[in-house]
């Protein structure tokens, strides 16, 4: 089953996206992440171990950064 929980696309200054960027690790760290639509959802819980793919391109006219993390659900992990 897939559920999309939440997605942004904006612009903005690079200190507001390093801010917005602090904030999300600071999440990770303690554990869990609160993005979703619904504001009923639960906290998306993290668990270990995590795949991290960090993801540099320079074009002709921008460059890209991708980060990609992946970590198995919960109910997963514990079986």
Known sequence: ????LFD???RA??????EQLRALADQIAKG???MAYDEWHAPTVIVDPME???DLVQ??????LSIQMRWP???AAAK
Request: charge should be negative.
């Open 1 to 4: 089953m897939t559920r999309h």
């Open 8 to 10: 942004i696309k904006e």
């Open 13 to 18: 200054t690079h200190s507001l996206v390093a």
């Open 32 to 34: 869990s992440l609160n």
């Open 52 to 54: 991290v793919v960090v």
């Open 59 to 64: 074009r002709k006219h921008e460059v890209e």
């Open 73 to 75: 659900v919960e109910e």
